[in-house]
């Protein structure tokens, strides 16, 4: 089982308490009534869906209720670094600061 | 006209006992439950209003000086707020959350909820069997709650004593819950 650091509740709990909630950081226009087709397709349906590390909401549904962004690697499975909601994104950690912050997670 | 016959409102969990030598499962005593939802600022005022001081760190349970009545932290501004002391059942917190005049959410989940007290030795190790949490005393100390999940369930867990442990659960899914804590004490060794 993986384990996800809430940065709401300051630990890192079981991957079972959360549930995915998409990409991160995608911002809704403020005039959404004018946004043409294309634009509020690109907005609502398309996602980058990339290999590699990717910035996530995740949402600590069975814990404190809290949505959260992470970033996490698609092909290890491994949670690089959350953060609460609203904060800007991050820049990804180093490797080396990497391997710290996540090690004892399970995988 | 009177109704010829009294009706009383059966516990969900009326009459049922589990466990074994290790470990206790007994239904808990009716109860007013509060979900309160408020901001920080908010916070002191409604404590002085509950009789208690709401929790603000993660995972913690605070408990009035005459026991009766306890405020689990859920979230950043959640709070589920459990009273079984004599007043059980009549306890007015909503009234009492609303006399102190500052914004918040107060909503009586008296009778959503129930609650299982899981007792003994084997009481973690029984939990185990259904919930991921670590719930040795270094990661869930006495007075350390949470919301979670106990098997397909979520429930909101209190470790009220080393030895002792409150499961709340919605009612509809206290049956599953006892069933499920019933098969895992019989596994359970401590
Ligand atoms: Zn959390």
Redesign the interface.
């Known amino acids: ?1 993986l384990l996800i650091r809430c940065p ?4 890192s ?2 991957e ?2 959360f549930r995915h909630a998409g990409e991160a950081h995608i911002v809704r226009s403020d005039k959404m009534a004018d946004l043409t087709p294309d634009e509020f397709e690109r907005y609502f349906f398309l996602r980058d869906n990339r290999k590699g590390d990717v910035y996530e909401r995740w949402r600590h549904i ?5 949505f959260l962004n992470a970033v996490r690697n698609t092909v290890t499975d491994r949670f690089l670094m959350t953060y609460k909601a609203g904060e800007p994104r991050p820049a990804l950690p180093d490797p080396q600061a990497q391997a710290a912050a996540t090690e004892g997670n399970g995988q | 006209m009177d109704s010829p016959v009294g009706v009383e409102r059966l516990h969900p969990l009326h009459g049922r006992r589990g466990g074994g030598a290790a470990v206790g499962l007994t239904p808990a005593q009716a109860a007013v439950r509060i979900s309160l939802r408020a901001k920080p600022d908010a916070v002191s005022a409604l404590s002085g209003g509950l009789g208690l001081d709401l929790p603000t760190r ?2 913690t349970a605070v408990v009035n000086a005459d026991g009766t009545r306890s405020a689990l932290w ?3 501004d ?1 709070w589920l707020v459990i009273d079984d002391g004599e007043h059980g059942g009549s306890a007015d917190l909503v009234k009492a959350l609303a006399d102190t005049g500052v914004l918040h959410s107060a909503v009586d989940v008296s009778h959503r909820q129930t609650a299982i007290m899981v007792t003994g030795e084997a009481a973690a190790e029984t939990l185990a069997a259904g919930c ?2 670590d719930l040795s005393l270094k990661a869930f100390p006495v007075n350390a709650c ?4 106990l098997g397909k369930i ?1 429930i909101v867990l209190w470790r009220m004593a080393d030895d002792m442990f409150r499961v709340e659960c919605w009612r509809s899914y206290s049956d599953y819950a006892f069933a499920f804590l019933s098969e895992a004490a019989r596994d359970a060794k401590a």
Not at chain 1, 8 to 11: G, I, L, P, V
Not at chain 1, 62 to 66: L, P, V
Not at chain 2, 146 to 149: A, G
């Open positions: 089982m709401y509740c300051d630990e709990r079981p079972i308490e069975h814990g404190c209720g809290r | 993660p995972k859920l979230g950043p959640e991921p949490q949470s919301r979670t999940v979520e």
